[in-house]
């Protein structure tokens, strides 16, 4: 019975772009509990998405499931403050610091200090906020505007990263999964923090619990690669950075 309630379940999401808990347990005519377990089953096997009571598959056809740069600012923009807040600590002067195009790094941006540093950053929000600060060398990655993630896609990442040195690179995610594993929607999300992870003396990932369990369409990487996790969620211990304590 699980099983099939299951697979209906999946069935009604490949119709839809996103479906409530409230929605699917009508049409199931079941609990909204049950199908809360059901979806905690599914996305455990990395068929699905959850986020804020609702639930999308992963991977559905012709689809970009990412949420627009405007809808992450606005959700959970305290938690998102006080994270990025806390990861000033790791910021001094005359480093060369590589931020994502998330929220939670533009909200980061909008509190770092004008003093001497250099910034690097896909991010357009970002560079505006950058050209604010007059002691700071801002300089952008490049490429074409993604008008929806409002970052920019360069093919020569790999290139322009060859000629640098990054102290610290702080980034978000869609999901952090259990198993550890880092996930976004989006392929030239990842790649640009895959090869900024590997390239970064060290690295920031600033997430809140909405994050945690979830997971995504595309791996970034695992949290053994990044140095400090800063959240306001308490981390099981098979999920922390090996950095964290």
Avoid at 139 to 154: D, H, M
Avoid at 212 to 231: D, F, M, P, W, Y
Wanted: glycine content about 6%; charged content about 25%.
């Amino acid at each position: 019975m699980k099983g099939n309630r299951q697979q209906s379940i999946l069935a009604l999401l490949r119709d839809s772009d996103w479906l409530t808990t409230w929605a699917l347990a009508d049409r199931l005519a079941v609990s909204q509990e049950t199908i809360r377990r059901d979806l905690r089953a599914l996305q455990q096997h990395g068929k699905i998405v959850r986020h804020h009571g609702r639930a999308r598959l992963i991977h559905p056809p012709n689809r970009d499931g990412g949420e627009p740069f405007g809808s992450r600012l606005k959700s959970h923009y305290a938690d998102k403050v006080d994270i990025a807040r806390h990861a000033l600590g790791w910021i001094s002067e005359g480093m060369t610091l590589a931020l994502d195009a998330s929220s939670t790094c533009f909200h980061l941006a909008r509190q770092l200090p004008d003093i001497e540093m250099t910034v690097f950053t896909n991010s357009l929000p970002i560079c505006h906020e950058m050209a604010k600060r007059e002691r700071i060398t801002l300089i952008c990655s490049g490429g074409t505007l993604e008008r929806k993630y409002r970052c920019y896609v360069n093919p020569a990442l790999g290139s322009l990263l060859k000629g640098m040195e990054i102290d610290l690179f702080i980034f978000s995610c869609e999901g952090v999964d259990e198993a550890g594993n880092m996930w976004d929607p989006a392929m030239h999300s990842a790649g640009f923090k895959a090869q900024l992870l590997k390239r970064a003396a060290q690295s920031l990932l600033l997430i809140d619990k909405s994050k945690l369990k979830r997971a995504s369409e595309v791996k970034i990487g695992h949290l053994s690669q990044v140095t400090e996790l800063i959240t306001d969620a308490r981390l099981p211990k098979i999920i922390r950075p090996h950095g964290a304590a």
